[in-house]
T-cell receptor, first 109, second 115 residues
Framework: GQNIDQPTEMTATEGAIVQINCTYQ??????LFWYQQHAGEAPTFLSY??LDGLEEKGRFSSFLSRSKGYSYLLLKELQMKDSASYLC??????????WGAGTKLIIKP | IAGITQAPTSQILAAGRRMTLRCTQD?????MYWYRQDLGLGLRLIHY???????GKGEVPDGYSVSRANTDDFPLTLASAVPSQTSVYFC??????????????FGPGTRLTVL
């Protein structure tokens, strides 16, 4: 079956760095997406990885290892507005996104 | 209109009633999707449409129907609502389903409560 595993909740301090891990098992693979979702709002696109390695986009970076079925999202210089849920979603062989339950990130001053 | 809109924002519905959730996009995207999001679970795909005139079943299609008469609109209908359909419903669209780089963009959601 298809499965996504992310920590349910993480806490970090404003200004620090946090890494949110995601492991996945899917039928085929066509890349992996990360989305951010603030409470009561819609998910918004953060990043996409299809090749192994690190993709950097400002304060956010995303890493992928296809052989390990593993990805992480790295958030630097944390700000209070980064308090949100982060959703890991690999795309399977049918081009369907398989969504994890998300990691709720709490930022403390 | 900018992006994707959904209506209503929220709704309380008696069990057994029929309800249509509306979704409109102005990005001329070919593909559209309906998801439900429940606490502690990931987004689950209900139905999708690759292009106007076509629809497909997702992971949890039972009790729901969709139509895609044109590019912009993708309504979701609950023929006879049940309490287990209480959820937050998100509509999304993307340029072209079937490409790995195809990014989905989400509407603001409809919070539905079935009593």
């Amino acid at each position: 079956g298809q499965n996504i595993d992310q920590p349910t909740e993480m806490t970090a301090t404003e200004g620090a760095i946090v890494q949110i891990n995601c492991t996945y098992q899917t039928s085929g693979f066509n890349g992996l997406f990360w989305y951010q979702q603030h409470a009561g709002e819609a998910p918004t696109f953060l990043s996409y990885n299809v090749l192994d390695g690190l993709e950097e986009k400002g304060r956010f970076s995303s890493f992928l290892s296809r052989s390990k079925g593993y990805s992480y999202l790295l958030l630097k210089e944390l700000q209070m507005k980064d308090s949100a849920s982060y959703l890991c979603a690999p795309m399977d062989s049918n081009y369907q996104l398989i969504w994890g339950a998300g990691t709720k990130l709490i930022i403390k001053p | 209109i900018a992006g994707i809109t959904q209506a209503p924002t929220s709704q309380i519905l008696a069990a057994g009633r029929r309800m249509t959730l509306r979704c409109t996009q102005d990005m001329r995207h070919n593909a559209m999707y309906w998801y439900r999001q429940d606490l502690g679970l990931g987004l689950r795909l209900i139905h999708y449409s690759n292009t106007a005139g076509t629809t497909g079943k997702g992971e949890v299609p039972d009790g729901y129907s969709v139509s895609r008469a044109n590019t912009d609109d993708f309504p979701l209908t609950l023929a006879s609502a049940v309490p287990s359909q209480t959820s937050v419903y998100f509509c999304a669209s993307s340029d072209e389903r079937g490409r790995g780089t195809d990014t989905q963009y989400f509407g603001p959601g409809t919070r539905l409560t079935v009593l």
